[in-house]
């Protein structure tokens, strides 16, 4: 409810208010009762984003409605369906990925699934985090213009530019930065997922766009055509995480993280356009192009102990996206 009124202050302030609880319930669980607490620090962070989320949520005044049974069944049973093919489809992607773990372990043993579990939380969590904040924003407002071609592909181009913008820098740093994070969070001998992490967090940038396009489908209602391109996504990723790993070991399984993306961005925009008249301008894969070929040379040069050079184009591409960011938040208080 307040994610659909746009109250994102006060969205913030839930997640915000709610975490620094949690943390306060948690680490005495977590001193007292050592690795026994994890599931009741789990509960207990739970428990602390639904009080504060409750608590703050009150505050809104919202006009009661009468509604008889079938009123609500009719308006309601569109909202249920698109939720089980959610959840069908987040079960898909859950199993496919306990598969690989499976299957990895097998292959490689439990060391081998250590630094590819260390890798996914990185580049998916961490890196996804944009993601994440994002999202708070931009499905209401994608749904408020899902029914007009025209907004729809202006907000969709707007997400995927800001998207971008806001990746490009994160990554560049993230690629220069990254042993000391892997020093910070984990120890040395996890320097043996850098490959991995690199081409996986090249992917991000075309994980950006498949997953502003995707909103879409969402917007629409379109819950089982949503169903079917994550399973054809997902079963694509896990057949290439096979091979890729098979071939050349964890790094391979980056390049997999890459490609598939760079495949599902390729579909779901095709979907997209012929089923709902979905178009983004040239210039967008053009700036797709361009920051994915930055970011690349970024890491080429890192790699290759060129650090001025890495460090230099990773200042250029954090002024000019700030630069652009910027025109845009002004552009939009105008």
Same mark, same amino acid.
């Given at each position: 409810?307040?994610?659909?009124?746009?109250?994102?202050?006060?969205?913030?302030?839930?997640?915000?208010?709610?975490?620094?609880?949690?943390?306060?319930?948690?680490?005495?669980?977590?001193?007292?009762?050592?690795?026994?607490?994890?599931?009741?620090?789990?509960?207990?962070?739970?428990?602390?984003?639904?009080?504060?989320?409750?608590?703050?949520?009150?505050?809104?005044?919202?006009?009661?409605?009468?509604?008889?049974?079938?009123?609500?069944?009719?308006?309601?049973?569109?909202?249920?369906?698109?939720?089980?093919?959610?959840?069908?489809?987040?079960?898909?992607?859950?199993?496919? &990925?306990?598969? #690989? !773990?499976?299957? %990895?372990?097998?292959?490689?043993?439990? *060391?081998?699934? =250590?630094?590819?579990? $260390?890798?996914?939380?990185?580049?998916?969590?961490?890196?996804?985090?944009?993601?994440?904040?994002?999202?708070?924003?931009?499905?209401?407002?994608?749904?408020?213009?899902?029914?007009?071609?025209?907004?729809?592909?202006?907000?969709?181009?707007?997400?995927?530019?800001?998207?971008?913008?806001?990746?490009?820098?994160?990554?560049?740093?993230?690629?220069?930065?990254?042993?000391?994070?892997?020093?910070?969070?984990?120890?040395?001998?996890?320097?043996?997922?850098?490959?991995?992490?690199?081409?996986?967090?090249?992917?991000?940038?075309?994980?950006?766009?498949?997953?502003?396009?995707?909103?879409?489908?969402?917007?629409?209602?379109?819950?089982?055509?949503?169903?079917?391109?994550?399973?054809?996504?997902? &079963?694509?990723? #896990? !057949?290439?995480? %096979?091979?890729?790993?098979?071939?050349? *070991?964890?790094? =391979?399984?980056?390049? $997999?993280?890459?490609?598939?993306?760079?495949?599902?961005?390729?579909?779901?925009?095709?979907?997209?356009?012929?089923?709902?008249?979905?178009?983004?301008?040239?210039?967008?894969?053009?700036?797709?192009?361009?920051?994915?070929?930055?970011?690349?040379?970024?890491?080429?040069?890192?790699?290759?102990?060129?650090?001025?050079?890495?460090?230099?184009?990773?200042?250029?591409?954090?002024?000019?996206?700030?630069?652009?960011?910027?025109?845009?938040?002004?552009?939009?208080?105008?």
């Amino acid at each position: 409810m307040i994610q659909a009124s746009e109250r994102l202050r006060v969205l913030a302030r839930c997640s915000v208010l709610g975490s620094f609880f949690a943390l306060l319930l948690s680490l005495p669980l977590f001193y007292f009762f050592g690795i026994s607490g994890i599931v009741p620090a789990i509960i207990a962070h739970t428990f602390s984003i639904w009080v504060v989320t409750v608590s703050l949520g009150r505050k809104m005044k919202v006009k009661p409605v009468k509604m008889s049974w079938t009123e609500t069944y009719r308006q309601g049973k569109n909202i249920a369906s698109l939720g089980i093919y959610m959840t069908v489809s987040g079960f898909v992607t859950t199993l496919y &990925s306990y598969l #690989f !773990v499976a299957w %990895l372990n097998d292959r490689g043993g439990t *060391g081998e699934v =250590g630094f590819f579990q $260390a890798g996914y939380t990185l580049v998916m969590q961490y890196v996804g985090l944009v993601f994440t904040a994002m999202s708070m924003e931009y499905y209401p407002r994608l749904s408020a213009v899902c029914e007009d071609k025209v907004l729809l592909s202006e907000h969709v181009t707007r997400q995927v530019e800001t998207s971008l913008l806001i990746l490009a820098p994160v990554i560049s740093l993230f690629l220069i930065f990254q042993n000391l994070i892997i020093h910070i969070l984990y120890t040395p001998a996890f320097l043996a997922i850098s490959g991995y992490i690199s081409w996986a967090v090249l992917g991000m940038l075309f994980r950006a766009f498949s997953w502003s396009v995707s909103f879409v489908l969402l917007a629409k209602g379109a819950g089982r055509i949503f169903l079917i391109t994550e399973i054809v996504a997902d &079963s694509l990723m #896990f !057949v290439m995480y %096979l091979v890729g790993y098979t071939h050349w *070991g964890l790094q =391979g399984v980056g390049v $997999a993280y890459l490609l598939a993306y760079l495949f599902s961005m390729t579909g779901i925009y095709m979907v997209c356009h012929l089923k709902f008249g979905l178009h983004i301008p040239v210039r967008m894969f053009v700036s797709l192009f361009v920051y994915s070929s930055l970011c690349y040379f970024v890491w080429l040069l890192w790699s290759n102990d060129c650090l001025a050079g890495a460090y230099s184009l990773t200042a250029f591409i954090c002024l000019f996206t700030g630069f652009q960011l910027k025109k845009k938040i002004f552009r939009k208080s105008e």
